[in-house]
């Protein structure tokens, strides 16, 4: 059925960039207008023309039977300067709480006990956690986390990259209002059960993924999660998930309401599929950050940061002070409880491998100085 209704759009479709307004020289066009219609989308719009993905096309019943399967690397969360020297991680990101903050709308939360500027990109650009990383020069000294060199531990195979994504029912044309998208949790190829192995990153790795036997699900299948809502628009891919586990450093941590996003293109000659120009956001609550601590300093400087280490009080007001975000439980005013991320990615083509465990902690914390009992709602002492 999906092929035959693939056939009639085509026939439909002669002159096809007139038709259905592909707009085929017009691909890295990003729209900026709400997702959903109505009064109250329009007015916030209007507000500072917030920043958000395309929205769904204007097709109905446009499914078809295109697959491909992709990992997510070369990550860049925004932590540079821009072309005018100024701080990056406002250009990279999506409006995902509704309001431009300090351009004449208030911030859903307070971040007053962190002294944080709960200030938003322009076009309410959230991006919190590319603010994060972009200060650790000023607040450490170096930067400890980058893009650059979580891309290049990827590539050696030594990190996990952000996800594994699987995308079906793809229609191969410029608009879809039926795409199915599957977001799996990839490991490092290092843990491969059978063998670690460098990827070649040509499209042929067999990608290592999560068990889902470890977050309570059946033994021998990969935690995955499926999008609420999937499309394409102008052959940009847009896909929304509720939550999904991802890495960073090889550390895994829970983040929600993930916008990911891509163009969709086509190599002629290998005749593949393939994400490029990608963004994926969302957010992660500051308290699941702070119960990572630990692992990241001990991935990336060797010793377990604990609440009894003299540097701590530093470091859980860095964070701390990052958070931007509601998670809806709280009354307006109330702290923020939680941390946008923006993540610009680019990805290859890779085939579901091996399920196989998260690799274990390094070294952690003692129960009582243990991070994962703080929490960034608690003034910072």
Same mark, same amino acid.
């Given at each position: 059925?999906?092929?035959?209704?693939?056939?009639? !759009?085509?026939?439909?479709?002669?002159?096809?960039? +007139?038709? *259905? @307004?592909?707009?085929?020289?017009?691909?890295?066009?990003?729209?900026?207008?709400?997702? =959903?219609?109505?009064?109250?989308?329009?007015?916030?719009?209007?507000?500072?023309?917030?920043?958000?993905?395309?929205?769904?096309?204007?097709?109905?019943?446009?499914? #078809? =039977?295109?697959?491909?399967?992709?990992? $997510?690397?070369?990550?860049?969360?925004?932590?540079?300067?821009?072309?005018?020297?100024?701080?990056? &991680?406002?250009?990279?990101?999506?409006? *995902?709480?509704?309001?431009?903050?300090?351009?004449?709308?208030?911030?859903?939360?307070?971040?007053?006990?962190?002294?944080?500027?709960? +200030? =938003?990109?322009?076009?309410?650009?959230?991006?919190?956690?590319?603010?994060? !990383?972009?200060?650790?020069?000023?607040?450490?000294?170096?930067?400890?986390?980058? #893009?650059?060199?979580?891309?290049?531990?990827?590539?050696?195979?030594?990190?996990?990259?952000?996800?594994?994504?699987?995308?079906? @029912?793809?229609?191969?044309?410029?608009?879809?209002?039926?795409?199915?998208?599957?977001?799996?949790?990839?490991?490092?190829?290092?843990?491969?059960?059978?063998?670690?192995?460098?990827?070649? $990153?040509?499209?042929?790795?067999?990608?290592? $993924?999560?068990?889902?036997?470890?977050? #309570?699900?059946?033994?021998?299948?990969?935690?995955? &999660?499926?999008?609420?809502?999937?499309?394409?628009?102008?052959?940009?891919?847009?896909? &929304?998930?509720?939550?999904?586990?991802?890495?960073?450093?090889?550390?895994?941590?829970?983040?929600?309401?993930?916008? !990911?996003?891509?163009?969709?293109?086509?190599?002629?000659?290998?005749?593949?599929?393939?994400?490029?120009?990608?963004?994926?956001?969302?957010?992660?609550?500051?308290?699941? !950050?702070?119960?990572?601590?630990?692992? *990241?300093? %001990?991935?990336?400087?060797?010793?377990?940061?604990? +609440? =009894?280490?003299?540097?701590?009080?530093?470091?859980?007001?860095? *964070?701390?002070?990052?958070?931007?975000?509601?998670?809806?439980? $709280?009354?307006?005013?109330?702290?923020?409880?939680?941390?946008?991320?923006?993540?610009?990615?680019?990805?290859?083509?890779?085939?579901?491998?091996?399920?196989?465990?998260?690799?274990?902690?390094?070294?952690?914390?003692?129960?009582? +100085?243990?991070?994962? %009992?703080?929490?960034?709602?608690?003034?910072?002492?």
């Amino acid at each position: 059925m999906r092929r035959l209704r693939a056939l009639s !759009l085509l026939l439909t479709c002669l002159g096809c960039e +007139t038709l *259905i @307004g592909a707009d085929f020289d017009d691909a890295k066009r990003r729209p900026v207008a709400s997702v =959903d219609g109505g009064a109250d989308a329009a007015e916030e719009a209007g507000s500072c023309d917030n920043a958000r993905p395309p929205k769904p096309p204007d097709v109905t019943g446009a499914g #078809g =039977d295109t697959r491909f399967s992709i990992v $997510l690397h070369e990550l860049y969360f925004g932590e540079g300067k821009d072309a005018q020297d100024k701080p990056d &991680y406002f250009n990279v990101g999506f409006d *995902i709480d509704g309001v431009c903050a300090g351009h004449g709308q208030a911030p859903k939360c307070s971040a007053d006990f962190t002294g944080a500027d709960p +200030t =938003d990109g322009p076009h309410g650009e959230d991006n919190g956690v590319g603010r994060m !990383l972009f200060e650790q020069d000023s607040a450490f000294g170096t930067k400890v986390v980058s #893009g650059e060199f979580v891309s290049k531990s990827i590539r050696d195979g030594a990190y996990a990259p952000f996800g594994f994504i699987e995308v079906g @029912g793809y229609n191969s044309f410029s608009e879809d209002d039926e795409l199915e998208v599957t977001w799996s949790v990839a490991l490092a190829t290092q843990v491969t059960p059978s063998g670690s192995f460098v990827p070649k $990153l040509d499209g042929s790795d067999p990608w290592p $993924l999560a068990d889902a036997v470890q977050i #309570g699900g059946t033994a021998g299948n990969p935690i995955q &999660y499926k999008s609420t809502r999937a499309y394409a628009n102008k052959r940009r891919l847009v896909a &929304y998930f509720e939550e999904a586990i991802v890495p960073l450093a090889n550390v895994y941590f829970q983040a929600k309401k993930l916008i !990911l996003t891509g163009d969709l293109d086509y190599d002629p000659i290998d005749q593949i599929w393939n994400l490029s120009d990608g963004l994926v956001a969302g957010y992660s609550e500051s308290d699941e !950050l702070l119960a990572i601590v630990p692992q *990241i300093t %001990t991935q990336f400087l060797g010793v377990p940061l604990c +609440t =009894d280490n003299a540097s701590y009080k530093s470091t859980k007001a860095f *964070i701390c002070r990052n958070a931007d975000h509601a998670t809806g439980a $709280l009354e307006p005013g109330k702290p923020c409880d939680a941390s946008s991320f923006a993540i610009r990615f680019e990805s290859v083509n890779a085939v579901a491998g091996e399920v196989g465990m998260f690799p274990p902690p390094k070294a952690k914390c003692p129960a009582a +100085t243990d991070p994962s %009992t703080d929490s960034c709602t608690i003034p910072v002492k």
